[in-house]
């Protein structure tokens, strides 16, 4: 599942009972996963098991990749859904300093997870635990990794969305819908078990804040539509009879404007505020403001 971990780390995602992750629902996979899976016998498996998703080997590579393109660093708490035996994991804490959690729901994979932490040195600062994805608390992660299938990935979507501004998700190979990437990177992999390009695509997302609606400040209504990390406004003034309209880019708390680098707004205590007074400078922006979200149709 989650961004692979292991030099030879399997993978494995949780069970979900009411996850459309049945036997012939295989047909939404690529062609040469669905390949790989009638010829490894996943689907007799899936037949058997009818909510897993299948085991994948993820190469070291990979691993370092996704941790790098997400910049874990000590501060960060990591968590892997579908964790397998715990490579990622351990690799966070070993080699970039980070605390993590392993989720994963085959007993003896995490046994085997916690057995490796000891040996490596870091079972002080990481965690497995037997337990579902759909049900683990993400609110705690700064970074959360996954190598789930396409499916799995848009179930657990709205969750993500959900978590703290500024957390980074990474997926390895699988996106995320419409949600495109803030950034993705083609790791040469040739040792990589399926599919016929020995490549793999690690993605990186960042989670925007929500800023979605009507925001006021004196004399002025900033209006905002949002998709996923991008916005369009229109901030109208009583004080200009023509409006202002930009769009931009979410980065995190940070809103930019495209072309227009005076302007820039941070999320700060469920306040939108101009995030230095010396760079807005934009005709009709106001040089320092508060905007709160409207409680009713006007300001």
Not at 117 to 140: P, S
Request: proline fraction near 7%; charge should be positive; charged fraction near 25%.
């Amino acid at each position: 599942m989650s961004p692979q971990g292991r030099p030879k780390g399997e993978h494995r995602s949780a069970r979900h009972k009411s996850t459309p992750m049945r036997c012939g629902r295989f047909a939404f996979l690529p062609t040469a996963l669905r390949a790989f899976a009638l010829a490894s016998g996943l689907l007799a498996a899936a037949a058997a098991a009818q909510d897993d998703v299948p085991f994948i080997t993820t190469p070291d590579k990979v691993t370092l990749g996704m941790l790098e393109l997400a910049g874990v660093g000590p501060a960060d708490h990591l968590i892997d859904l579908g964790s397998g035996d715990g490579r990622i994991v351990i690799t966070a804490a070993r080699r970039f300093g980070a605390r993590g959690l392993g989720v994963e729901i085959v007993p003896e994979l995490v046994k085997k997870s916690r057995e490796l932490a000891r040996v490596a040195g870091v079972q002080e600062r990481v965690e497995f635990r037997e337990q579902d994805l759909f049900t683990t608390d993400l609110g705690g992660a700064s970074v959360v990794t996954m190598y789930l299938l396409p499916a799995v990935n848009l179930q657990l979507r709205p969750r993500l969305l959900a978590l703290a501004p500024g957390t980074r998700v990474v997926s390895h190979d699988w996106d995320m819908g419409d949600w495109l990437p803030d950034r993705t990177v083609t790791v040469d992999v040739p040792d990589k078990a399926v599919g016929k390009e020995k490549v793999s695509r690690i993605h990186l997302w960042i989670v925007p804040a929500a800023v979605q609606g009507a925001w006021c400040a004196p004399g002025r209504r900033l209006e905002i539509t949002q998709r996923f990390q991008t916005f369009s406004a229109t901030l109208t003034s009583t004080a200009s009879p023509v409006p202002l309209v930009f769009d931009g880019r979410i980065e995190g708390s940070t809103l930019r404007a495209h072309g227009m680098q005076p302007i820039e707004l941070r999320i700060e205590g469920g306040a939108l505020r101009t995030r230095r007074a010396e760079i807005a400078t934009a005709p009709g922006w106001p040089a320092e403001a508060q905007f709160e979200r409207a409680t009713s149709r006007s300001c």
